[in-house]
C-alpha cells in the first residue's frame, strides 16, 4: 500500500490485506518496522489493528478479512515519535478516525493551541496525533468548514515539507492535500477483484466482494486502475459517494 488509503463503498463489502512474500518474513517485518495500521467500521462501531515490525507474527493479523463501507491504511516512516504501536495511525476518537502524511516542523504550537480537554487527550509523541485533536478541536459544529479553518490556523503556526490527511467520521471521508505531494483519488464500478498492490510496503488490499459495485479509492499513489486524479486543498466523498472538491 501507499503511506495512506483510503477505501469508501456504499455496501459492505470484504477487504483484505495481504502480505505479497509470506517467505520472507523478516525482510517483510523490516519494511513494516515503523508501524502500520488499519481502521475500519462495523456496524457503525470503529474498530483499528496497529502493528509495528518488532513482532514478525504481528504482520499476519492484517491478512484477516474486514467488512466494513470504510477502511483507511496508512504505513508510517517515523520522523516524530518512536516506532510503538501508540505512535502509530489511525488515530481515533469516537467515530472520527485519522491518517496524515509529512511532518510538522513547529508541532509544539498546535499542542500549545489545543484546549485542555482536548490536550488531555495525547496518548504518544506524534505531529499528527496532535495535528489530529487540532482539526476535531476546530470541527466542533460544521465539521468541513472547521477542517478548512484548521488548516488555516496549522499554516500560520507550523511549517511542514507537505501536509496531507484522510480523515472519516464513519460516514464520509476528507482529504487534504497541500499540493507539495499529491494525493490521487479514483471512482469506478469494479469490474473483477479489487487489487491495490504497492510494493514500497509488501502489502496488498484486496476485495472480492466489490465486484460490480462503485467505489472511491483515495491514497498518495496511483494503482493499476484507469481514471486517477490528483488533486491539491480539500476532498469530500458522501456515503452516495459524491465527490467534492473545496
Not at 509470506?22 to 517483510?28: I, L, N, Q
Request: glycine share 8%; aromatic share 12%.
Amino acid at each position: 500500500m501507499s503511506r495512506l488509503f483510503a477505501l469508501i463503498t456504499q455496501d459492505v463489502v470484504d477487504v483484505s490485506f495481504v502480505i505479497l512474500n509470506p517467505d520472507a518474513t523478516e525482510k517483510v517485518v523490516a519494511q513494516l518496522r515503523e508501524g502500520i495500521g488499519v481502521g475500519w467500521y462495523e456496524k457503525d462501531v470503529l474498530h483499528s489493528v496497529k502493528l509495528v515490525g518488532s513482532d514478525p507474527k504481528g504482520v499476519w493479523r492484517l491478512a484477516e478479512t474486514i467488512h466494513s463501507k470504510i477502511v483507511l491504511f496508512h504505513a508510517r516512516r517515523k520522523t516524530v515519535g518512536e516506532a510503538e504501536a501508540i505512535n502509530t495511525h489511525p488515530f481515533t476518537y469516537k467515530n472520527y478516525m485519522f491518517i496524515h502524511g509529512g511532518t510538522l516542523r513547529d508541532w509544539k504550537k498546535l499542542e500549545q493551541a489545543l484546549k485542555p480537554q482536548w490536550k488531555e487527550k495525547i496518548k504518544g509523541e506524534t505531529d499528527s496525533e496532535r495535528l489530529f485533536y487540532f482539526l476535531l478541536q476546530n470541527a466542533e459544529g460544521d465539521l468541513k468548514q472547521g477542517l478548512k479553518k484548521a488548516v488555516e490556523e496549522v499554516k500560520k503556526l507550523t511549517s511542514y515539507d507537505y501536509l496531507n490527511f484522510i480523515l472519516s467520521d464513519g460516514k464520509s471521508l476528507y482529504a487534504y492535500s497541500s499540493g507539495e505531494r499529491s494525493l490521487y483519488y479514483w471512482k469506478g464500478k469494479v469490474e473483477e477483484e479489487l487489487c491495490c498492490t504497492s510494493v514500497t510496503e509488501n502489502i496488498a488490499v484486496r476485495s472480492r466482494g466489490l465486484v460490480g459495485k462503485t467505489a472511491v479509492v483515495v491514497a498518495g499513489q496511483k494503482f493499476q486502475m484507469e481514471g486517477w486524479k490528483g488533486f491539491k486543498g480539500f476532498l469530500q466523498v458522501t456515503p452516495d459517494l459524491g465527490i467534492e472538491l473545496f
